[in-house]
């Protein structure tokens, strides 16, 4: 028996590695891969250029505005991220005029003019002048240096005595206490971690379960569209070729999840290679480098509990989806049949996945701590909510019991289904014959 699994094992995996769909389909996954990862360089390749700062020409009427104006745009932050490097402020002495001409150029492409004027009700007024629509990042920090300049120059014209305008002016210190101290200082930094990082890490999931899904279904239908399965089945039990489906399936997942680390790592590789550029104003560089904080810090001391568990979870789960996949073939008779019975499954692992990405939403919930137990999406629910301290060890061993429960649960029954099923070639009163499989 344990020759003839190895045999319909080593068939499947042949048929599923050997092909030109394979090769073609891992070639278009590299390239996209390693193209996204250094999509900056690329784009800089045919003409664009992110590590050029935007050059802020000031015409300054008043005499008075261009050095605290360039003071608050080298001070400047936006949702906690210096943009001062974005930034390059000049001091533009000719007329406006001379200064529009000058946006035109090529060369001068995202560059601005801010003219500053005298005002007696609002102290100063200001022109801000653009070739094109303005970028709404660059509004927001040139709004608020604008306004900034303002109130300054309105304090300094009150006669505030320059002791008492430095004071003003300089900023607030602002001291932190965290009450909660099990909580760490990087914790805080989380949120984009879990909005940005961790689904590199759940798309991959979600779409290899959803392939898996479709794999097995595909390759148990064409066995018995062909009547080949009647030749198979003669030969060896049901059960050993249903175990055959699962471990090939299961295999070729887990080669394709190694693959596609590793087009990762290449991608990343050439990035060190070329070096990247400041893409999104150098978020995907400020990403790695708070994931490198938050792994020094005490919560990367996590990650050595919540690989291995997550890892366990997601074999045991993809184990969990290609067992239901094959009980659900092998009642059906053709690929259309099977895609309305894999409707379900897709659905459930679509809810699992949007929990997932909204899981930071559902703090202190005691739905989403329940979903996260849920056999079948709480591969990628319930890792994301232990990282971000939603959900302690026993949940995650909880999830893990579950799922082993439903395997269970899929192996016993489920196998009643796929022998009455497996040589039943109608495709009437399917749920009908499943009930019955069960009662027999």
Known sequence: MKSKLN????ISLKRKIKTKWFVVANVLIALVIMAAINLDSIITLFGGDFNKKTTIYVIDETNKSYELFKSNIENATLLGMDKKDNYKVIKYDK?????????????????IVVNFKDDKETTIKSIITTKSFLDKTDYTILNS???????????????VPNEVFASINSSAKIERVVLDKDKKSAEESMDMIMSTIFPIFILPFFMLTLFLVQMIGAEVNDEKTTRGMEIIISNVSPKTHFASK???ANLFVLLQSILLFVYGVIGL????????????NGSFDAVLDMAKEVLKSGVGEKLIYIVPLTLLLMILTFIAYSLLAGVLASM????EDFQQLQTPIIIISLIGYYLAMMAGVF????????????????????????????????EMVIALVLTIVVIYLLVKYGLK?????????????LWKKMYKALKD
């Open 7 to 10: 045999y319909l094992i080593g």
């Open 95 to 111: 007329s406006i005029e001379d200064a529009e001409k000058k946006l035109k150029e090529k060369k001068e492409k995202g560059n």
């Open 145 to 159: 240096a604008i306004q900034n300049t303002k109130v300054a120059l309105a304090t300094m014209e009150s006669g």
């Open 246 to 248: 699962v471990v090939a």
């Open 269 to 280: 590789f050439i990035r060190k290679l070329i070096g990247g550029n400041n893409i999104a």
């Open 332 to 335: 059906t008779t053709n690929i």
């Open 363 to 394: 703090e202190g919930s005691i739905f989403i701590k329940v979903a996260a137990m849920i056999p079948f999406i709480s591969a990628i629910l319930a890792p994301s909510l232990l990282m971000l301290g939603q959900i302690g060890i026993i």
């Open 417 to 429: 289904i796929y022998k009455a099923g497996i040589l039943n070639y109608s495709s009437t009163g």
